[in-house]
């Protein structure tokens, strides 16, 4: 294990990640005794250190799933404040004061990708970059091109091995447990490939529209917001060889594998979407033409998954809110236990819900009840325990956590971050006309036949959770 980082630097500490999110996660490392003696927030703001904490221990009362006052009083006293202009240099040098002593800070960038050249330049002047360890925030780039010159800024003042490119999909548990599902069951391994698994299904549906975001959302759409990061890093998380060890750089080969193998996309295989009202959101053109919407088929082209249909849909206004990858294997050779007038048997599906609640689920064939020997489907069942939700540490907090000890496994490699997009750039200026659909659908009609070889989209299962 690296050494663990002794100072926490949050640039854009004022902003809503950092009250909905972060400090609520400095509230858990605190409870676990993690949290760093030292936490200096930097940000333009007209504030001073009573009015930070103010607002920090309002946002742990509000969002946070530790709230006991003598932790919330450890990160209070924790804290520290610059208030300073990312590009006067004087903001450096306070910031440097307050890190006096430290050997090891990581330095939080939740600020806007378009500050991040400012901030990096301004850590290297300083020579605080030097030693230290960065956390950018997505998204990395909007394109191939702006990506490539976010890794060569931020490459330039700091190793690959101090950079940390978070996406808070993957600290769910949910999440992970594809990879441990997968990898730690010995069953599975015989039947994971080209030879038994027809297709695999991942849906990212939100019932909620923009929520008054118009202005950000018609600069981004759903390809960038979602697929490019949450929903490919999914995706090989279900398609990945099992890593040579457990360090780090293992684990990201497979994953940098997976996607290298995934051809560039076609824009004939890509439906785009538009939920109507979209254009009467506040801050959105009223000719936009940006998809709130996207579904789309794409294949691996490894050893192990050639010719399997992977499919992705993501959009918002949609029925339920959940996501959920479905892995369909392949029917039996024939309907033995079957009528001759009876539907063959429904094929063995494997469901992981990520959003809500969670559940893995696996569906199999047994006996109908009654004389006739035929089949019907059952599900086998693992739900997570919802009671314990609060007491499980959260997504933000175990991957800062993993941030202060130098643990990349769960943080994006500048190589995997640059395939993403290439997998996507055709469609980004390309993706074909923007089909309308309403609020409460699945979506645009267009986007049926891109799954007609599964017999249509599997809908997430919500049950009791939704």
Known sequence: MSERADALVLFGGTGDLARRKLYPALAELAAGGRLPGTVVVVAASDWDLDELRRQVEASIRRFGAVREAQVVARVLDALDYVEGDYRDPATFEQLAAALHGSRRPLLYLAIPPSLFETVVAGLARSGIAARGRVVLEKPFGRDLASAQALNRCVLDAFEESSVFRIDHFLGKDQVLDLLVFRLANSLLEPAFNRHHVASVQITMAESLDVEGRGAFYDEVGTLRDVVQNHLLQVLTLVAMEPPVDASADALRDEKVKVLRAIPSLDPGQLVRGQYVGYRDEPGVAADSEVETYVALTTTV????????????????????????????FKRPPLPFFARCDAPPPAPNRLRFQIKPGGEVGLQVQIKAPGGDMVSHPVELTYRYDERSEGTREQAYARLLDDALDGDQRLFARADGVEEAWRVVAPALGSGGPVHPYERGSWGPAAAGPLVAHAGGWHEPEVGEHG
């Open 301 to 328: 082209e490894s050893w192990r998954w050639a010719g399997v249909p992977f499919s992705i849909r993501a959009g918002k206004a949609l029925p339920v809110t959940a996501t959920e990858v479905v892995v369909e």
